[in-house]
């Protein structure tokens, strides 16, 4: 019996060990993809900023407000912290298409969604929350979040390219 509990103990605490090095990894993820999205609305000219490749798509202020809602809003769900701004769609808001607001938006979010994984741990980082039909664990919606910027600064690649301007280059580490 006392073998079994002491490899209960030992293989929680090697759980334990994996989660926090799964939260620190996530954070230094978090904080790459920070800077490499602000990289990314410092390349596009101020005067391009509502610049989109036709009309069925969102310009490229659109974009990076549309990832900063998302991604307070999927790090809300981590943590169940209120959400920044969640009277007012950042996207549509003409008067924050700019690069200033732009940049000062998108870095306040990605600190709000590191702020929320800092709440994280062991014990319920992996508990089950719910977002409309949608559930994930605590850990997952700050994943889902990075998940949509990827995505979405792919898209804005696109539109760097297509005015024959070079993207930041990518730093995997």
């Given at each position: 019996?006392?073998?079994?509990?002491?490899?209960?103990?030992?293989?929680?605490?090697?759980?334990?060990?994996?989660?926090?090095?799964?939260?620190?990894?996530?954070?230094?993820?978090?904080?790459?993809?920070?800077?490499?999205?602000?990289?990314?609305?410092?390349?596009?000219?101020?005067?391009?900023?509502?610049?989109?490749?036709?009309?069925?798509?969102?310009?490229?202020?659109?974009?990076?407000?549309?990832?900063?809602q998302a991604t307070i809003g999927l790090a809300s769900n981590a943590s169940g912290a209120e959400r920044l701004y969640a009277d007012q769609n950042l996207e549509k808001d003409a008067s924050l298409h700019n690069k200033a607001d732009v940049s000062r938006l998108i870095g306040k979010a990605y600190d709000f969604a590191m702020t929320q994984l800092k709440t994280l741990n062991e014990s319920n980082a992996d508990e089950i929350t719910k977002m409309g039909n949608f559930e994930s664990s605590r850990i997952g919606w700050i994943r889902k979040a990075e998940e949509h910027n990827v995505h979405h600064r792919g898209a804005l690649a696109i539109y760097l390219r297509s005015l024959n301007i070079a993207p930041p280059g990518y730093q995997l580490f």
């Open positions: 019996m006392k073998i079994k509990f002491l490899i209960f103990l030992l293989l929680g605490g090697l759980y334990a060990n994996a989660q926090t090095q799964a939260i620190d990894a996530l954070m230094a993820d978090l904080e790459r993809s920070k800077n490499l999205t602000l990289a990314y609305v410092e390349a596009m000219p101020e005067d391009q900023f509502n610049y989109k490749p036709n009309d069925s798509v969102k310009s490229y202020s659109e974009q990076v407000l549309h990832m900063t």
